[in-house]
């Protein structure tokens, strides 16, 4: 690790001839920002942290391999702007990461406050807020090394699975297809750093200027429904929303709430354009990133995707057949045995039947958990999206329904 | 100071102020909700959104800093849409109906909604279903009318770092709660007010300000001032108490009192009566902070110096040594009047020295209040009884009658002449003097206020076996205090409430008192005691004396040559308080009835000013003689702020104390007078708190409907 001797000036110069940029969702020059800092001469506090916005968390892997590292940097910045007071922020819950941080702390000899949540940025006005993964670039800069890499892991989005890669090293230079195989998978859109683009990015060089966001880069298979991602990004915004910005909570409520009507089948046109409204407008109405950057995606997805709102909405669709309302369930009259397990199985009681009687689902109720399906020895629930044959209206003994 | 233009105006506003106060200070009006002049930014609402230099992006002004020739659009399509947009946005989740508010008609959100000319219905509403909370003291929550502005949260926070209030989150609901969820008190809340007062919705809200809604907001966020008949600062001198500066303290009070520590020991303290403090647990003990500092104080600041205006040539003279006259008479020589006081007995103080007993208050106590009174030049004549007023018109600009109440009352009752019945003016007079009072062993007061229970308790202590008192009040309605009446049974006193007093029997001697007890005692709409007795409950007490307390009047007749009111009062206005007889005025006891020393004072303060004018002069008596106090706006956490118990004073037990004159009752001890003081909520800081400027207040103001 650099030489806490080192002078700040020789500090500086070192920084400022690596020009390294700020890691995350805020890519500006470190250095210029170090500078404007340099000459206010207002921030009395550090924090390092990852994006508030993240709620991928995969780039707390810097802490948990280098603590140190990021210590050592945030030290370094420290100096450099005379600051005493030392903060890294985890998210809530991180109980093993904090026993970390704190024994990397305790090694160095330093004092650091350990606070959790998101960075609450109406209390740190002027603190030089930074990302941890920042400072490790930081630290290598002082230690003679390169700073010339960026944590990637990629997400692959199903219709309804999803699947995380190991977390690799990507070199600025080169593009993200160099050191993963994408080719799997058929791509419907990227997502990186909250916005979304078309396959042919992965194939693009990264450098230090890309923003790469949380590093998580997410592929959207075709067999997603853009509608339904959409509804999962504002629910989990939502949830993560510290509800102090009005546009930033609100917004999200009112995302999370069109969303859900849209999925459930009760969508209204009006929707599409007023959720663009929100959406862009909280781009610059919030305090954190949270709300400037946690609805940019959602915002992306209604104008690319506009096309499947308007299936759900108007046509009554869900092209990919994700969205359940969309769906219709019923048991094949020809198949049940009347066995009864799926009345144990299915959690809300909407399937009626007897020993020996061809079962019947209430769809009006029936929330499509699928239970019934998991345990049906005939495979004769079916869901879908056609239309239902007719099928028994009251009990009928197997084997006795015919169909017109 | 930079000039800024905005929306075609030039304004001077300050470099350290954000633009949206700088328009604000200059009569401009940009919407804003969490804005708040005494608060930092929060930056959440996004209704102060403007844009800059022709530039097409919108910034909030409370984050913008104004710089030279910095020109400001207020509105503009962009600003307008995205301001709507805020609004509804912040309207969500909120109530539609604002009938049912408390805050109705007092709201900065409804006012702001109206200037934006309502909500559109565009947004997806929902009902957060939280419960209101009514369970604290002094203040109540309900977060379904909360907007999240931040400004309690700011206000407990960053203003008076008591940080009892923050946002929460549950079940995907943002609120304001305690840090913990528990009730305020319990999480060391110093109830300040402040969160109540900077909310700009009806969600926080002061439960006696909605209980009050016909008073004014000082008299209600600051009772016990409104109650002091003098209006002292008491929040201020306990802080002084506080802090160990009892000249400060004291000082605080002289400026309204000249008998602090008179007062200290035996006023009847209304101001604690209305003490909010009582929500949590018990009331201030202001008067015995008042009589601790008082009687610590070094003089510093109050004895020397003051107002001393120049001699005017205009003599006053003032009838009745009493603490009206008094009063009256100290500030009447300050405004620079040549003024004597005439006293009919043979040294000043009225009932303080005459009435109210020695052990209730040392007599040294009122000679070195007097004395402070005749150091500053009013000449005192004692044993000097007036008996026509008018004709000291010939000698005087203008006459005061402060003359009291000193004649008791004799009951028309079978009886009353006996040898042995007594008086409870003569009797209490004679035993300040030292006089005989021709009390017998066994003794019978007729009455129930503090007066009666000062002559029973009088009455042991000069040596009487058995001392009984019966009054008509049923016992809760006695106006005597509570605290008097314990203390009285303690030194062996029989109290007999709900009682009619029949006739004294005896021929001659008095032998005992005849009595029937009360079945209901009320008032007639012509004020007429209408009394119901207890068939076949007569009751008998032996006894060789009675003293009559049942009330006392003015001694003056009407051969004193000014009109007579109700109860022997002279009759006088009590707004100009002028009697029949211009030039002459009356104050104190001897127009409204006896009352107490406080009121006496607060009279002899507004004769002073309006006799002040009547000589020529301005009638401004204030008077300042503390130090400023740094202006405080943090008040910290103190854990179990709400549970700090009153302090109470030491007193002598009641064998100590009912052989003798001596006093009983040593106030609060040293180690206490801090702690005591640390107790109260400070409510006046509330007051000085920015209160917000509503949107048709501004000279720029546009009605959009
Ligand atoms: C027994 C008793 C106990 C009380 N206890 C309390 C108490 O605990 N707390 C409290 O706040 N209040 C108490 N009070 C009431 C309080 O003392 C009076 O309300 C107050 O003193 C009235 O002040 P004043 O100046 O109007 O009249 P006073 O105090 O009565 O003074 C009037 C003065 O005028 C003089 N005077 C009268 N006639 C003439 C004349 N013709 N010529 C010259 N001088 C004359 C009298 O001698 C007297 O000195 C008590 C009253 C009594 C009687
Ligand atoms: S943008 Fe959202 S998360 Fe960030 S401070 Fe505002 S409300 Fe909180
Ligand atoms: S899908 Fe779930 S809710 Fe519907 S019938 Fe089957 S078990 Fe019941
Ligand atoms: S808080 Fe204001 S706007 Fe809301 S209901 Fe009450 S009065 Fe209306
Ligand atoms: S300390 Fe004051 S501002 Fe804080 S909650 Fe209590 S009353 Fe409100
Ligand atoms: S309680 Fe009042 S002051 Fe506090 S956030 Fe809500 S609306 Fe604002
Ligand atoms: S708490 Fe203090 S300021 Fe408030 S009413 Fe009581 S004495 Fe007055």
């Given amino acids: ?159 309804d699975d999803t699947k995380l890669s190991e977390i690799k090293e990507l070199e600025y230079g080169k593009a993200i297809s160099d050191i993963f195989d994408t080719s799997k998978v058929s791509i419907k859109a990227v997502e990186i750093g909250y916005k979304l683009y078309d396959k042919s990015i992965l194939q693009q060089p990264v450098t230090k200027e890309t923003v790469l966001g949380t590093g998580v880069i997410t592929l959207y298979d075709k067999s997603c429904c853009m509608v339904h991602i959409s509804k999962d990004l504002s629910l989990k915004m939502r949830e993560h929303s510290c509800g102090k910005c009005t546009f930033c909570r609100e917004g999200f409520i009112q995302l999370d709430m069109r969303h859900g009507e849209i999925v459930s089948k009760k969508g209204e046109l009006d929707s599409i354009g007023i959720m663009k409204d929100i959406g862009k407008a909280m781009n610059f109405s919030c305090e954190c990133s949270v709300g400037t950057y946690g609805a940019n995606d959602i915002v992306d997805i209604l104008d690319k995707f506009e096309n499947e709102y308007i299936s759900h909405i108007k046509k009554k669709d869900c092209p990919e057949g994700v969205c359940k309302a969309f769906t219709n369930i019923y048991i094949d009259p020809d198949k049940c045995i009347g066995c009864t397990k799926c009345i144990k199985a299915c959690p809300i009681d909407c399937i009626e039947g007897k020993e020996g009687y061809i079962h019947m689902i209430e769809d009006m109720d029936c929330t499509k958990c699928e239970e019934c399906i998991k345990v049906c020895p005939q495979n004769a629930v079916v869901i879908t999206k056609k239309r239902t044959p007719s099928i028994p209206n009251r009990l009928t003994r197997v084997g006795r329904f015919k169909q017109y | 100071m930079v000039e800024i233009t905005i929306d075609g105006k030039k304004i001077n506003v300050s470099e350290d102020q954000c633009v949206l106060e700088g328009a604000l200070t200059n009569g401009i009006y940009i919407p804003h909700l969490c804005h708040h002049k005494d608060l930092p930014e929060n930056g959440s609402c996004r209704m102060c959104i403007v844009s800059v230099d022709g530039s097409n992006e919108v910034t909030p002004s409370c984050k913008l800093m104004p710089k030279e020739g910095m020109v400001i659009n207020t509105k503009s399509e962009k600003i307008d849409k995205l301001r709507f947009l805020a609004l509804d946005l912040l309207l969500a989740g909120h109530p539609e109906d604002c009938s049912t508010c408390p805050k109705y008609g007092n709201c900065e959100l409804q006012t702001l ?57 549950e079940d995907m609901e943002t609120y304001i709660g305690t840090l913990h969820d528990k009730l305020l008190k319990d999480e060391g809340c110093r109830f300040c007010g402040a969160c109540a007062e900077v909310c700009p919705t009806g969600t926080i809200r002061d439960k006696l300000m909605i209980a009050n809604p016909d008073k004014k907001k000082e008299d209600v966020v600051l009772p016990c001032k409104a109650a002091c008949p003098v209006h002292t600062d008491i929040p201020k001198y306990i802080r002084f108490a506080k802090a160990g500066d009892f000249d400060g303290a004291t000082a605080v009070i002289r400026e309204k009192i000249p008998f602090p520590t008179s007062l200290g020991y035996i006023c009847t303290h209304v101001c604690e009566l209305s003490c909010k403090r009582k929500e949590l647990n018990d009331s201030m003990s202001i008067r015995n902070i008042k009589r601790y500092v008082s009687e610590h104080s070094t003089g510093k600041y109050w004895k020397e110096g003051g107002k001393q205006l120049p001699d005017t040539g205009k003599k006053v003279c003032i009838v009745g040594a009493g603490p009206a006259g008094m009063t009256a008479a100290l500030y009447l020589r300050k405004q620079g009047h040549d003024v004597t006081v005439k006293e009919a007995l043979s040294n000043a103080g009225g009932m303080l020295r005459y009435g109210i007993p020695k052990y209730r208050l040392p007599r040294e106590v009122i000679d070195e209040e007097v004395k402070f009174i005749t150091d500053k030049g009013v000449k005192l004549e004692t044993g000097s009884k007036v008996e026509k007023p008018i004709e000291l018109k010939n000698d005087y600009d203008a006459v005061l009658m402060a003359i009291g109440t000193h004649k008791g009352v004799r009951l028309p009752l079978e009886g009353n002449d006996l040898k042995g019945v007594l008086i409870n003016t003569d009797f209490l007079r004679n035993v300040s003097e030292g006089k005989e009072t021709n009390m017998g062993e066994r003794v019978v007061v007729l009455g129930g ?58 021929e001659g001697n008095v032998t005992g008192v005849d009595f029937m007890n009360v079945l209901s005692f009320e008032f007639d709409e012509n004020r007429r005691a209408i009394i119901t007795k207890e068939p076949n409950s007569e009751m008998h007490i032996d006894c060789d004396t009675v003293i009559f307390a049942t009330g006392q009047r003015s001694d003056i007749s009407p051969e004193a040559g000014l009109k007579i009111g109700r109860a022997n009062s002279i009759d006088t206005d009590f707004e100009t308080l002028k009697t029949s007889e211009d030039g002459i005025f009356a104050a104190g006891d001897t127009i409204y009835g006896t009352k107490s020393v406080i009121e006496a004072v607060a009279s002899g303060r507004k004769a002073a000013s309006l006799i002040d004018i009547y000589l020529g002069g301005d009638g401004d008596i204030t008077e300042k003689l503390a130090p400023e106090e740094p202006e405080i706006t943090s008040i910290g956490h103190i854990d179990g702020f709400g549970d700090l118990e009153r302090k109470e004073p030491k007193i002598k037990s009641a064998n100590e104390r009912k052989d003798n004159f001596d006093k009983f009752d040593f106030g609060l001890c040293d180690s206490d007078v801090c702690g005591e003081s640390t107790r109260c909520l400070q409510c006046d800081l509330r007051l000085n708190i920015s209160s917000p400027r509503l949107w048709d207040e501004y000279s720029t103001k546009e009605v959009e409907v």
């Fill in chain 1, 1 to 159: 690790m650099f030489t806490e001797n080192m002078d700040t000036e020789k500090m500086l110069s070192l920084i400022e001839s690596a020009d390294i940029y700020e890691y995350g969702v805020f890519k500006e020059s470190f250095t210029a920002k170090l500078n404007e800092y340099k000459n206010s001469g207002k921030a009395k506090t550090i924090i390092a942290a990852i994006d508030n916005v993240d709620t991928d968390e995969m780039l707390l892997e810097v802490l948990y391999k280098n603590s140190k590292e990021v210590i050592c940097g945030m030290k370094a910045v420290a100096n450099i702007l005379s600051i005493s007071e030392m903060v890294i922020y985890l998210p809530e819950g991180k109980d093993d990461l904090v026993k970390i941080v704190e024994n990397a702390a305790k090694e160095l000899n330093t004092e650091i406050l350990i606070k959790t949540g998101i960075v609450d940025v109406r209390e740190y006005r002027e603190a030089f807020i930074t990302h941890v993964e920042t400072m490790t670039a930081v630290n290598d800069v002082l230690e003679g090394k390169k700073a010339d890499k960026a944590l990637i892991q990629i997400k692959e989005v199903f219709g």
């Fill in chain 2, 113 to 169: 909604i109206q200037y934006m000319g309502g909500a559109s219905n565009r947004m997806r509403r929902r009902s957060k279903g939280f419960k209101e909370n009514k369970e604290n003291p002094l203040i109540e929550h309900d977060m379904n009318r909360c907007v999240l502005c931040g400004r309690c949260v700011r206000a407990c926070k960053n203003l008076r770092e008591v940080n009892v209030l923050d946002y929460k989150k």
């Fill in chain 2, 449 to 506: 206020g503090n007066v009666a229970f000062d002559c029973a308790r009088s009455a042991v202590r000069l040596g009487a076996k058995k001392v009984s008192l019966a009054c008509l009040e049923a016992r809760e309605v006695m106006t005597a205090d509570d605290e008097e009446i314990k203390e009285a049974q303690e030194e062996g006193i029989e109290v007999f409430p709900a009682k009619t007093f029949e006739k004294i029997t005896g």
